[in-house]
């Protein structure tokens, strides 16, 4: 079938600004596929530099200058945190340094240019015999890009390097030992649009492809001389000129200077291709390419090597009997769209006959005997993971194979093990549906091509759905009583039963699920990315718009791992739900955990606000119900102690307690001579965290602060993460909000416990870690900062400290996160912080009016 009736995507016939993922999401009660679903998008996003890599580095410090190996710990944009070799787990030397400006080098650098390599002093400390240690490095070093180091590529996102007017090479699709090169004419986000050289004026269908810059065959310039593969146009565009015309354009290919930016590590992230076991003659299943809406039988008809096998798809019409001419196309192990025989009848799959097949009914047994071939085994192929987040009626963006240039808007419509049936929109004539592999690289999550500036092919904006469903529920808004509430507070027409029942045809019909993003949000969600979800989820199945909103929360949140385990089931408190599994990823790490979802609309209520109360924020913050001005909660007025006190995990603890005081909570008075003690051990046992939370007086240096405090998440698993930083930081929002400190204790009477403080501190104030109380004046900052101690010795928790007594004090927890020391804090500058934080203008301009105070005093005082 040729692809001349599907250039449909002129598509809609409506300009590409009417469509709204949003609202189109919104209007037809629809869910998107989750963006983590798309491996190669995520990969596409990364920068060349990634945690673990090593560079040379000028020393810091060292009079005689000098070079030493560094590991990459952490990056940010074009800022990267360093560790010298020879430091290991210790991180009190880490230092932030800019790509841009910095002096840094690949491994080996110093050598190849008669540089010295000299460890800092700290190094030379730890490790006597420092040249041994450094052979060792140097021997097991992976090294960072040298293009991403040095020269004019220095910084740059290593897809940028992909620029229209490079050349590379792409493996032939029928003969792996043959490629030909091709010029790069355009880069949306990774996916590549070709023009074969030698190819201009030819025919656009074969001068052109389309591929994702993570395809198997694609390769740097020189890769085919390396390999010993020839040199040689494809099949489809050899007969179109003459062998001597060819000549001429392989002569003008060795001419030109290779591109080094473009190397073989901007492609190491593609899948490996492993060994096969197929063997010429096997029979299997295989969805046709040039009509990727079927399953066929087909046949491997040759083995080029232990990599790549040719599969051909049967065609008896040639000859009686034997294969015919069908579609060829290459394959290895990994292959998509190869697939055992009997894989159809076992997945209750149509399977189409080959062309010239006699008899009505397909029989693999019959057929295999009339061939005299045998079934590929089934540990040919790879082992079928069904784990992945599709699921039908789901939402994405679809190439149309037939048209590449064109994306369309696609939906889910089936689901066989790791293959999905795809029906694109926006297409001007109907086409059959798309058989695609979940990891295929001609699909993207939703708004990917808005994201990239590209055309994305739509359907036409029905009218006459929106005037119904304004018939449906208009009537609803005179017929719905006014609640206890007041009518300002909450919008009652979209309330969950009435809009969802009334819509969704059933019981298990999801309403509208709102988020209500003015409502307290609780210490794990992050309240401006709450701002930016959708105003609403649904109306759907419960299951599905229940699992989407808890993803969106999950991803709103400060640290995604925490928020799935306060999400967690719990065994002994079973809802009587539906299990659903939930994925979050923090820190490069993913977790997965199993959550109650209810199934029925009837409860849908019920269990939102039982959520919301898990993740101590409003009840009102998200559910069936739109808050419009005052939540009926009234929770503004709280504070973050107060609203924990109602709402929160502590409210079971505190009840039956005496009145007139927070120190006495359980175990507050029992152990009053190890206090101390008990502080240190609330940072390794979160379920201590409710006895010992408000037991230290206000004012007391919350968890102190100290390097070895914040270095004891080490220990913690990987479901853990580094939490106990968050509850440092919680325990200090709880403790600076009160305005009375408790009595003293017996044990110290009449003392102020924050004068008992002796750790060494940046001392930007005397009172660094209370806030001035409500009835006193407020406390004026001083036009000229005085600084007790040097910026570039301060340490996480010192840089913590200081921001919590600005008035950027919510702000705390992203330096904690980020672990932003004082060196980094030093080079941080307003595009950093807009990008690196996600902040706002307003709120970036007035955290660096307080960066550039420290830098000022730094220069005053310690800069000589």
Not at 375 to 388: L, Y
Not at 490 to 496: A, H, S, T, Y
Not at 568 to 585: C, I, M, P, V, Y
Not at 651 to 663: A, D, M, N, V
């Amino acid at each position: 079938m040729n692809s001349e009736p599907l250039e449909s995507d002129g598509g809609s016939g409506q300009d590409e600004g009417d469509f709204n993922w949003d609202d189109f999401l919104e209007e037809n009660g629809l869910l998107a596929v989750p963006h983590h679903a798309f491996k190669h998008v995520d990969l596409s996003l990364q920068t060349g530099l990634t945690p673990g890599m090593k560079l040379e580095v000028r020393v810091r410090g060292e009079p005689d200058g000098g070079y030493w190996l560094a590991t990459i710990i952490t990056t940010c944009s074009q800022l990267l945190l360093l560790r010298y070799e020879g430091y290991h787990d210790d991180r009190r030397a880490d230092f932030w340094c800019d790509i841009m400006t910095a002096d840094l080098h690949p491994v080996g650098w110093s050598r190849q240019h008669g540089q010295p390599m000299k460890p800092p002093e700290g190094v030379r400390e730890k490790h006597e015999d420092w040249e041994s240690l450094l052979e060792t490095a140097l021997s097991e070093a992976c090294s960072a890009p040298a293009n991403l180091l040095e020269g004019p590529h220095r910084g740059k996102n290593p897809l940028d390097l992909l620029a229209p007017g490079s050349s590379v090479e792409l493996q032939d699709g029928e003969d792996p030992g043959v490629a030909w090169v091709a010029v790069i004419e355009e880069n949306v986000g990774g996916r590549l649009r070709l023009c074969y050289a030698g190819a201009e004026g030819l025919p656009q269908k074969h001068a052109r492809r389309w591929v994702f810059y993570l395809h198997p065959f694609l390769h740097p310039l020189g890769w085919a001389e390396e390999h010993g593969c020839s040199l040689a146009p494809p099949a489809a565009l050899r007969g179109l000129r003459s062998e001597a015309e060819w000549d001429e354009v392989r002569q003008s290919i060795s001419a030109q200077p290779q591109d080094l930016a473009i190397t073989e590590d901007l492609f190491k992230d593609r899948p490996a291709i492993s060994t096969h076991c197929f063997t010429e003659g096997m029979k299997l299943e295989a969805v046709d390419p040039s009509s990727p809406y079927c399953i066929s039988p087909a046949t491997v008809t040759k083995v080029f090597s232990d990599k790549f096998f040719l599969v051909e798809m049967d065609d008896l019409r040639g000859e009686k009997g034997g294969a015919g001419r069908g579609t060829s196309f290459l394959c290895h192990h990994g292959s998509a769209g190869i697939l055992p025989v009997q894989w159809s009848l076992k997945n209750g799959v149509q399977l189409n006959p080959p062309p010239g097949y006699q008899g009505q009914d397909f029989d693999w047994a019959d057929y295999l005997k009339k061939c005299g071939a045998e079934a590929a085994p089934q540990h040919c192929f790879p082992t079928e993971d069904c784990e992945h987040d599709f699921v039908e009626s789901m939402m994405l963006e679809a190439v149309n194979p037939l048209s590449p240039e064109h994306v369309h808007v696609a939906v889910v419509t089936r689901v066989r093990g790791q293959h999905v049936w795809l029906r694109l929109e926006g297409v001007k004539q109907a086409i059959p549906e798309l058989i695609v592999h979940v990891d295929s690289m001609d699909i993207f999550p939703v708004s990917w091509c808005e994201t990239n500036g590209y055309s994305l092919q739509h359907p036409s904006k029905p009218q006459v759905q929106k005037q119904r469903r304004i018939a449906v529920v208009q009537p609803e808004k005179h017929r719905a009583p006014p609640r206890a509430t007041p009518p300002d507070a909450i919008k009652q027409p979209e309330n969950g039963q009435s809009d969802g029942a009334g819509q969704g045809n059933g019981k298990y019909c999801c309403p509208k699920i709102y988020f209500n993003h003015r409502c307290f949000s609780g210490p794990y969600l992050n309240k401006g990315r709450i701002a930016e979800l959708p105003q609403s989820v649904g109306p759907g199945n419960c299951v599905l718009v229940l699992k989407e909103v808890l993803t969106l929360l999950i991803n709103a949140a400060y640290k995604p791992s925490r928020v799935l385990r306060e999400l967690q089931l719990d065994e002994e408190s079973r809802w009587q739900g539906h299990g659903e599994t939930l994925k979050a990823k923090y820190k490069g790490k993913s977790y997965r955990a199993t959550v109650e979802i209810v199934r029925t609309a009837d409860r849908v209520a019920d269990f939102c606000r039982k959520t919301c109360i898990r993740l101590e924020c409003c009840p009102n913050l998200f559910g069936p119900r739109m808050v419009l001005e005052r939540c009926s909660e009234n929770c503004s007025v709280l504070t973050k102690t107060k609203y924990t006190h109602y709402y929160g995990k502590k409210k079971t603890k505190r009840i039956g307690r005496p009145p007139g005081g927070h120190t006495n909570l359980e175990g507050g008075v029992k152990r009053v001579g190890k206090r101390r003690k008990r502080r240190k051990h609330f940072f390794v046992h979160k379920k201590k965290r409710s006895a010992s939370l408000d037991n230290t007086p206000a004012g007391s240096p919350q968890g102190s602060g100290e390097e070895e405090d914040l270095d004891e998440d080490d220990s913690l698993s990987e479901d853990s993460g580094s939490e106990p930083q968050d509850e440092l930081l919680d325990d200090s929002e709880h403790s600076e909000k009160k305005s009375q400190p408790p009595s003293p204790t017996p044990t110290d009477p009449g003392r102020r416990p924050r004068r008992r403080r002796k750790a060494p501190s940046p001392s930007y104030s005397d009172n660094e870690n209370r806030p001035p109380s409500p009835k006193s004046p407020r406390a004026e900052v001083p036009e000229k900062l005085l600084l007790d101690s040097s910026p570039l010795e301060w340490s996480v928790a010192d840089v913590v400290r200081f921001i919590r007594t600005t008035d950027c004090s919510p702000l705390a927890r992203i330096f904690l996160d980020q672990e932003i020391d004082g060196q980094a804090l030093l080079l941080l500058t307003l595009p950093t912080v807009q990008e690196c934080m996600g902040l706002k203008l307003g709120p970036a301009i007035k955290l660096c009016h307080h960066i550039e105070r420290v830098k000022l005093a730094f220069y005053q005082q310690f800069a000589s």
